[in-house]
């Protein structure tokens, strides 16, 4: 049997340094993607239009519910952290409400709305989970969500904020000349 560390934080810091660089280079690549393949296919596009399948894409962050699922993370995380999930739940209804009054007068109201909570959310998300820090294998079955699903909500975030900064004008596209 090992000796016990002299330092009870040494397990969690040792595994938060490689959830820390998989975020960072998940979110390197997702803008990457982003500015590659979304916004060139989104910036053209009415503002309604394109903000239609950011929207859609945020109303699945129910899936952050899955640690509070009993055997889907570790019964010794912080349930500070797991009870966290419920802001993803809100964020998930406001952009379904956001979706359903796109067309209206309050529609750009709604996704601000949406917008802000959402991103709130997830930036909180990120300092609780720095803040209480990870031992290894405590997310489970959930470690793709701050690996993979929270990067490319926070990319897709940025996104939404630029479509509604921007005007609704649609912009002649790129690739085909102007007509006087």
């Not at 993607?33 to 296919?41: D, M």
């Not at 750009?108 to 031992?135: C, K, M, Q, R």
Request: hydrophobic share 50%; with cysteine.
């Amino acid at each position: 049997m090992p000796l016990p560390s002299p330092h009870p934080n040494e397990h969690r810091d040792a595994s938060a340094s490689p959830l820390r660089n998989q975020r960072r280079l998940q979110l390197h690549c997702l803008g990457i993607v982003a500015a590659q393949y979304l916004w060139p296919e989104l910036r053209d596009k009415p503002r309604a239009q394109a903000l239609r399948p950011l929207l859609v894409l945020h109303s699945f962050r129910f899936i952050g519910l899955a640690f509070l699922v009993p055997g889907v993370v570790s019964p010794e995380l912080s349930a500070t952290f797991a009870g966290g999930c419920i802001g993803d739940l809100v964020a998930a209804i406001l952009a379904l409400v956001a979706l359903a009054g796109l067309q209206t007068r309050l529609g750009l109201l709604l996704v601000w709305v949406f917008n802000l909570w959402g991103t709130a959310d997830l930036l909180f998300a990120f300092y609780n989970g720095n803040s209480v820090g990870f031992a290894p294998g405590q997310l489970g079955a959930a470690y793709f969500i701050p690996t993979v699903v929270v990067p490319l909500l926070l990319i897709t975030h940025g996104l939404v904020f630029r479509l509604l900064l921007q005007s609704d004008r649609v912009a002649v596209p790129r690739d085909r000349p102007q007509t006087v």
